[in-house]
């Protein structure tokens, strides 16, 4: 009788060792405020586990119920079920502590400061820090839109890997993704950063490197031309939004996205495009400092160009 060789069922099963792993499985995100939070949903709805870090226990509770808060409003718009949205959570995790990036296939930046000097000094700091724990095949990128990838990534050991993810948060159902190669930006990276931005649905934009990209450049002519015609009294605020909404087929119109997005981020970008290129077209508008100055800066706190509820809605 012939010898029968038995051997363990595990070695031929999906969780044996030799198991190929998945192109993206963990991506990691720094800095999970407002556009930190809906990345990190994006990302999870895909089924990717996603972990972010914050400053504190705090903000790390702070953004769970954010984001309990976003999903919620998605279930009561027939979005999701509540099934969908545990399980959306579940693949969340919130750490305090660059450490936790370990074992991350792509970690995205997504802080905020003040000042232009900040926003460079502090994100140069940061992509230092992300390269001690991540692997040297972990790509690492910024959703910054005003400062350029090169100049972020000048002083890594591995250049290469970083590119600039431009997610548009603040536009309902965009299906985009603007995508820029720094200059030391390899192929191979560039061309991975390709099939996760379709991994997650949406079409990759190609942009040149430059500040302000596509989005934000054409946005800021838009929304400080809106405060031109506003000012000389040529439409109300309402009918200038229902120009662009009714007759080009835009979801909101200038003055709606500029509160969604938040006037003090459009005053930032603003600056920052002035600054860099000196063009009369990118420098703000009377009425968006003045906004500003009021703490007037839309959704977030109730007021901007128009009134909103607690719920978000415009009154």
């Known amino acids: 009788m012939a010898n029968i060789i038995v051997e363990p069922i ?30 990190a949903i994006m990302i999870s709805t895909q089924e990717i586990e996603v972990v972010f870090i914050e400053l504190s226990d705090e903000k790390i509770s702070h953004a769970f119920e954010c984001m309990e808060t976003e999903l919620d409003n998605m279930i009561d718009h027939w ?5 969908e949205k545990r399980a959306i959570l579940s693949r969340i995790h919130g750490y305090v502590g660059n450490e936790h990036l370990k074992g991350c296939d792509l970690v995205i930046e997504a802080i ?35 400062i350029v990838i090169t100049e972020l990534s000048s002083e890594l050991e591995h250049k290469e890997r970083c590119v600039s993810l431009h997610f548009l948060t603040n536009a309902p159902g965009s299906k985009m993704i603007e995508v820029v190669r720094g200059l030391y930006t390899s192929d191979e990276v560039y061309e991975k950063v390709g099939k996760f931005v379709n991994m997650l649905g949406k079409t990759v934009i190609p942009v040149e490197e430059s500040p302000g990209l596509i989005s934000v450049r054409l946005f800021v002519a838009l929304i400080n031309e809106a405060c031109e015609v506003l000012m000389e009294g040529v ?16 979801s909101l119109g200038p003055f709606e996205m500029a509160d969604k997005i938040g006037l003090e981020k459009v005053l930032r970008w603003m600056d920052n495009l002035y600054s860099e290129f000196g063009d009369i077209k990118y420098k703000a508008s009377p009425v968006i400092k003045k906004l500003v100055r009021a703490h007037q800066t839309g959704r977030n706190v109730g007021k901007g160009f128009y009134s909103y509820s607690s719920q978000g809605t415009k009154i």
């Open 10 to 39: 595990e070695k031929f099963g999906l969780s044996h060792k030799d198991r190929p792993k998945t192109l993206f499985s963990k991506v990691g995100i720094v800095g999970c405020g407002t556009v930190g939070q809906n990345i």
């Open 79 to 83: 979005g999701m079920t509540a099934g």
């Open 112 to 146: 905020r400061s003040k000042t232009r000097e900040q926003r460079i000094s502090d994100r140069k700091e940061l992509f230092k820090n992300i390269e001690k724990y991540v692997s040297p095949d972990t790509i690492i990128a910024t959703n910054s839109t005003t």
């Open 235 to 250: 439409g109300t605020k309402e009918d200038i939004d229902r120009t662009m909404k009714i007759g080009f087929g835009l």
